[in-house]
């Protein structure tokens, strides 16, 4: 390993980068994300047919076809978010939109594969928190006589520190794994491969990783803030106030996929240095 080669990523430096990029190639990836972003309010729109008034065997079919839908638009999020990573790299790799079109096809499945084991591992932690809250809550509300108020009272407080536990633990998942997508579609290592590599290669810059989206999240709400009270300022209608968002979302998922495409590039060269 150089020994000048740094082994943590600049928060701000990843951040520049990704604007950079993001500046660079704005209309073509923000026209993608707002596929995205369509696909995704047209499935939020499809929701309260599986949750009407209609008889169950109504119910399970829309709930049935919601569940098949999910999983198309989830495909095709997946598919659109490495098209606009395509885009992104497209400079450095001169790849035309037909040759990144074609090589985003190929990626889709290592890409789902390392998203749902990554997806699979939360909720192997959030599926049991949330049966101990549950347990809790019902043992601490009973009024059986075979539970005191103070047994009920330990049992709360015992579920509770296990739900919580549980849920940090999830979320640890969750972060860690982050990159896992990315390392599994553009590596092909494998699933349970990609998710250790993400693992490893975040350890050690998981504050700073974490920094450079907390910072664009922040972002987000401080401009969502400001638009709405431009908004209010000239109309009350609730339709308009319903398309900040979406807008926004259009605006910003493709500098948080910037973002995300930068960390994983610079984490992975720092993986190799340690390496060598």
């Known amino acids: 390993m150089d020994k000048n080669a740094s082994t943590t990523i600049s928060m701000f430096g990843i951040l520049s980068d990704a604007f950079r990029a993001y500046r660079r190639r704005f209309l073509s990836i923000v026209a993608i994300c707002s596929l995205n972003v369509f696909f995704f309010k047209l499935l939020q729109l499809a929701l309260p047919l599986s949750k009407s008034e209609t008889p169950v065997p109504i119910q399970i079919f829309f709930s049935l ?60 932690f959030l599926v049991p928190a949330f049966f101990v809250q549950t347990f809790g809550r019902f043992v601490y509300l009973s009024q059986q006589p075979v539970f ?15 739900f919580v536990t549980l849920l940090i633990a999830a979320f640890w998942y969750l972060f860690f794994f982050s990159l896992s997508p990315l390392v599994n579609a553009f590596e092909n290592v494998g699933a349970r491969r990609a998710l250790r590599e993400s693992r490893l290669r975040v350890k050690g810059n998981a504050l700073r990783y974490l920094g450079v989206f907390s910072i664009i999240v922040l972002t987000y709400f401080f401009v969502g803030l400001v638009a709405l009270a431009i908004v209010m300022i000239f109309t009350k209608d609730p339709f308009i106030f319903r398309k900040i968002d979406p807008v926004l979302m259009t605006l910003f998922i493709p500098l948080g996929i910037s973002a995300w495409w930068m960390s994983y590039q610079r984490l992975t060269e720092i993986s190799k240095d340690r390496h060598v």
């Open 65 to 124: 076809l919601f569940f098949c839908a999910w999983l198309v638009v989830l495909g095709l999020g997946a598919f659109l978010n490495i098209l606009i990573i395509n885009n992104i790299r497209s400079q450095e790799k001169n790849l035309s939109f037909a040759a990144s079109f074609d090589d985003a096809r190929g990626r889709i499945i290592p890409y789902l594969k390392a998203y749902f084991l990554q997806v699979a591992m939360v909720l192997a």
């Open 148 to 162: 005191s108020p103070h047994a009920r009272m330990v049992v709360l407080l015992i579920t509770s520190t296990i």
